[in-house]
């Protein structure tokens, strides 16, 4: 047997977890020992990091260990364990408390981090949303987190990446917690009315060149009570659903959707898009907008191909929005 020597704990740790994930009986030390080309020594030892990060494994002689408890913290081995992705993710970085992960992620891009580095955080002190708004980032309930992507991986409408993201945690939710997730333009991601999440996207670029992309996103998970003045337009994914949700899980999903639609979106543009329109609640629906600093109201009847919200007008003329705040009829207690 090939002993352990030089080998990464970080991924004996994960392929331990995953073993006893696949395996609801009890899998001998031995086989553990085995199947993953490691010690014995090395098995107990990567058990025993295991249940200091919250996992409850039990261990009976003669019979060997079960994974009984996963906990709902977040850690490098806890998100790396089941992660369906070839990039995205692959080098988490995580964070008890933080100022912004975009922030941090941005001070790591200029250290050399890879393609698809994960910056998360249980708690954000400044955290940002999109202009300048301050994003309340508690600790324990939400997912705080950022992307780095550099240029290999980045379409060629890079301005379509915020879009694209909106459209990875939109499904993301959909798909796991069934709740009717939708966004609103351009990357607001809305229940029912209300705000569950925020995307900020930050770029650094030179004149003919991309350096890199960081995309950050909050989630507001397992939220119970806003304070008064959110209350009305924030919402969280456990007071729609009525229960907890995991949020390593839907991690791993929106990490895994987001590479999927990054993919796709190179070769298929159009089907990405038309996938967007479905969920996009700003279309068809009376939005107000300003140009040359004149609040404007319109209808929204399509998004463009550079990802512009385009709006028809009362005299019938067509208006294409690429920034600014956009108010949609019945979002955000919008009349």
């Not at 009890?26 to 098995?43: F, K």
Request: aromatic share 6%; with cysteine; glycine share 8%.
């Amino acid at each position: 047997m090939t002993k352990d020597k030089g080998r990464d704990c970080m991924s004996t740790k994960d392929e331990v977890l995953k073993y006893l994930q696949n395996h609801q009986q009890y899998v001998s030390g031995e086989e553990l020992s085995e199947q993953l080309l490691v010690s014995r020594t090395a098995i107990w030892k990567n058990i025993n990091t295991l249940r200091s990060s919250g996992y409850e494994i039990e261990s009976v002689t003669n019979r060997g260990y079960r994974l009984v408890f996963s906990p709902n913290t977040i850690s490098p081995e806890i998100i790396l364990s089941g992660l369906k992705t070839k990039a995205m993710g692959k080098n988490v970085f995580c964070f008890d408390s933080i100022d912004s992960t975009n922030a941090q992620a941005k001070r790591q891009a200029l250290a050399g981090a890879s393609n698809g580095s994960l910056f998360i955080a249980e708690q954000q002190t400044g955290g940002k949303g999109r202009l300048g708004r301050v994003w309340a980032s508690p600790s324990g309930t939400g997912l705080w987190f950022s992307v780095l992507l550099r240029p290999d991986s980045l379409p060629v409408q890079v301005t379509n990446i915020t879009l694209l993201a909106g459209l990875a945690v939109c499904l993301s939710i959909r798909k796991l917690t069934k709740a009717p997730a939708m966004i609103k333009w351009p990357n607001d991601i809305v229940i029912g009315g209300k705000k569950v999440c925020g995307i900020l996207t930050e770029m650094a670029a030179e004149i003919d060149r991309i350096e890199y992309v960081v995309v950050g996103i909050g989630i507001n998970v397992n939220t119970e009570n806003f304070p008064e003045e959110l209350s009305v337009k924030a919402t969280s994914l456990r007071v729609e659903c009525g229960k907890p949700v995991a949020r390593v899980e839907l991690l791993q999903e929106i990490l895994s959707e987001f590479e999927r639609i990054l993919s796709d979106y190179t070769d298929r543009p159009e089907a990405i898009f038309a996938e967007y329109k479905t969920l996009c609640v700003s279309l068809n629906r009376t939005v107000g907008f300003v140009r040359n600093k004149e609040p404007l109201t319109a209808t929204a009847v399509d998004i463009s191909p550079a990802g512009e919200l385009v709006v028809r007008c009362g005299n019938g003329s067509l208006i294409s929005i690429n920034s600014g705040e956009v108010t949609v009829q019945g979002i955000y207690g919008q009349t």
